[in-house]
Each structure stands twice: as C-alpha cells, then as structure tokens.
C-alpha cells in the first residue's frame, strides 16, 4: 500500500530565504507525481506536475525534482514571500486516470 | 484553466438530516470526478471516483449508504451525506481530471464544502 509522507509538518522562515519541503512515498511504481498548494479554508492549486520520467520541473520560483528510485520529490521555492504562506501538499498518481494519494501537508509560514 | 465549483461552500445541519453537496465542472466535461474529505489538520482522503452514467467506486472504509454520489451529467456530480452526524463534519473537496487522448493528468479542485453536523 502506497505512503505519502511530508517533512517537515511545519516551517516558518523570514521572508527572503529559500524553501525546501520534503515528499517521500513508498511505492515507487507511479505515473507521476504533483505539488499542491493549499490556502486555509480553500480548496487546491496545482503547482508542478512531474512525470515518472523526468526528474525535475520548473515553474518561476518554484522548482520540483523527482528521484522515483529512492521514492523522494523535493519542492523549491526561492526567494519566499510571506504570499507563499500556505499549505503545501504532494499527491502521487498510480496511473492516468488522476486518482491521487497525497502526503499530510507541510505548513508554511513566511514573515515579513 | 479549468473551473470547477462546489455548492454549499458551507452547511450547517443537524444531526440525522442529509445532506447535498454539488460539484460543477464549469468549462469542460468530465466523465470522472472523485470526492475527498480532509478533517483538520489532516491530508485529502479519497473517498470515492463519481463515474458519469454508472455506479461511484468507493474507497475501503467508506459506507457507500452513507454518502450517495450521482454523476448524472458531464457537468455535474453530487454527493449527499445520509443521515449527518457530528463526526461527519468535514471539509468535502471534489476534484475533475483533464487532458485529451484519455491521459486525465491535471485535476482541478473545487474550493471545497465545509460540513459542520451539530
């Protein structure tokens, strides 16, 4: 059975530092792999989607690689904000039919 | 991108009354939509694939008596809680997959319906 863990659960940074948020799932037999961000009270925004066969995608601030051997993904986001202050979310999808699993979340908190 | 809407964006009810929870694809159709729960603090927990013109798969755990899905149209999926109780309150999020060539690999989410059961 597929695990989807993220760490760390929370981090809080100044604005201006870089972020690293961490996603780790057991089974490495997935079709691809996705960000999320999620605002208190609101539903979800997907940020990167990688496929299982690549190993890194890139969208302005925010950089995703996927390593599917080692079961690991890791989201960047340079230069925080204290507007990236949200939660963030990874889901993996067995296959295309979008049925995802996702990891619990990281909270992000950027001060001013 | 592509939209889609859930109604109520909150409902408060009292125990033992249902429920209807609706989700739109607003520009674009979708034979398939799944429905989550996500209790505080926690992840999205699938609960079940709504499949136009057929039965809704659920997910292990989920009483299918309990939460009816009905995908009448391309455009619309509904779920209806049965008989709510206080542990049912939740944040419900529904989500629709998009592409072409059957490679449904982005999902758009609903902004979510928050259930709160007293």
């Known amino acids: 059975k597929q695990e989807v863990t993220q760490i760390p659960a929370a981090l809080s940074v100044p604005e201006g530092e870089n972020l690293v948020l961490n996603c780790s799932f057991t089974?490495?037999?997935?079709?691809?792999l996705q960000w999320f961000r999620q605002d208190p009270g609101k539903g979800l925004t997907s940020l990167l989607l990688?496929?299982?066969?690549?190993r890194e995608q890139t969208s302005g601030r925010l950089n995703a690689s996927l390593d599917k051997s080692s079961g690991r993904s890791t989201l960047y986001i340079a230069a925080s904000q204290p507007g990236d202050s949200a939660t963030y979310l990874c889901a993996v999808s067995k296959n295309s039919w979008g049925k995802l699993q996702f990891g619990a979340g990281t909270q992000v908190v950027v001060t001013p | 991108g592509a939209v889609v809407s859930q109604h109520p964006s909150w409902v408060i009810c009292k125990s033992g009354t249902s429920v209807k929870i609706e989700c739109r694809s607003l520009?674009?159709?979708?034979?398939?939509m799944f429905w989550y729960r996500q209790f505080p603090k926690q992840s999205l927990m699938l609960m079940a694939t709504s499949n136009e013109g057929s039965k809704a798969t659920y997910e292990q755990g989920v009483e299918k008596d309990k939460f009816l899905i009905n995908h009448a149209s391309l455009t619309l999926s509904t779920l209806t809680v049965t008989s709510a109780h206080p542990e049912d309150s939740s944040f419900y999020i529904c989500?629709?997959?998009?592409?072409?060539?059957?490679?449904?690999?982005?999902?758009?989410f609903g902004p979510g319906t928050r259930l709160l059961v007293l």
């Open positions: 089974d490495s037999a997935i079709y691809n």
């Open positions: 520009d674009f159709q979708a034979t398939t």
């Open positions: 989500s629709a997959p998009a592409g072409t060539s059957g490679m449904m690999e982005t999902q758009y």
């Open positions: 990688i496929q299982s066969s690549q």
